[in-house]
């Protein structure tokens, strides 16, 4: 018995482990919301692609501006990009890594937690409540704590934008393209190795 645990562990792909939280975010946050009867709320083409841009160009902004001006954020950035190489991220992996994270934490921070807070508290409290949560989600070391500092302004903004718009959707591209983008990054770097 021990054995065969040890070859299924010794076959498990480790970035399955990354893959993980965001395929339980993603179910939990929407059993929750279909069996709350919270929405998630379509969006008209008009407001979903300016929202989607929006959102995506105010993540990037953070991050560039705390890449700019933290070396905390530096090195949390420079802490995953080695777990993600190091594990090696292929373009399947990155899609997967990218789609799993946004998705499921949209599902769950967006959808469902904003939702209900939203049901209790004021907008803002529920907003900045989530954040936090959504914070929480992206620890680092001690000398990077900027990164989970990033990780509450942008779920803040993010936040903001599902609340504005009455949907997760431009939010959920907007993260998905920010996950794109930085995936694709660690594999260019890969290639050029």
């Not at 939990?28 to 008209?44: A, I, N, S």
């Not at 692609?49 to 501006?65: D, E, N, S």
């Not at 949209?106 to 907008?123: H, K, N, Q, T």
């Amino acid at each position: 018995m021990r054995s065969s645990l040890r070859r299924a562990a010794g076959r498990l792909d480790l970035k399955l482990v990354l893959a993980l939280p965001g395929l339980l975010l993603g179910g939990v946050g929407l059993v929750m919301c279909l069996v709350l009867g919270l929405p998630l709320g379509g969006v008209e083409v008009e407001v979903l692609v300016p929202a989607c841009l929006a959102a995506y160009f105010g993540i990037a902004a953070l991050a560039a501006a705390f890449e700019r001006l933290s070396l905390s954020f530096r090195d949390a950035g420079g802490l995953l990009e080695d777990i993600v190489r190091r594990l090696g991220l292929t373009p399947l992996w990155a899609l997967a890594l990218g789609l799993t994270s946004a998705v499921g934490e949209e599902l769950f921070f967006r959808g469902f937690a904003l939702s209900l807070l939203g049901r209790f508290v004021p907008p803002v409290i529920a907003v900045l409540v989530q954040a936090a949560m959504f914070a929480a989600m992206h620890p680092a070391p001690r000398t990077a704590w900027a990164y989970p500092a990033w990780a509450f302004v942008s779920g803040s903004l993010l936040g903001a934008v599902a609340l504005g718009t009455g949907s997760i959707l431009p939010g959920l591209l907007a993260h998905y393209l920010f996950n794109h983008q930085n995936f694709n990054a660690v594999l260019e770097s890969q290639r050029r190795e």
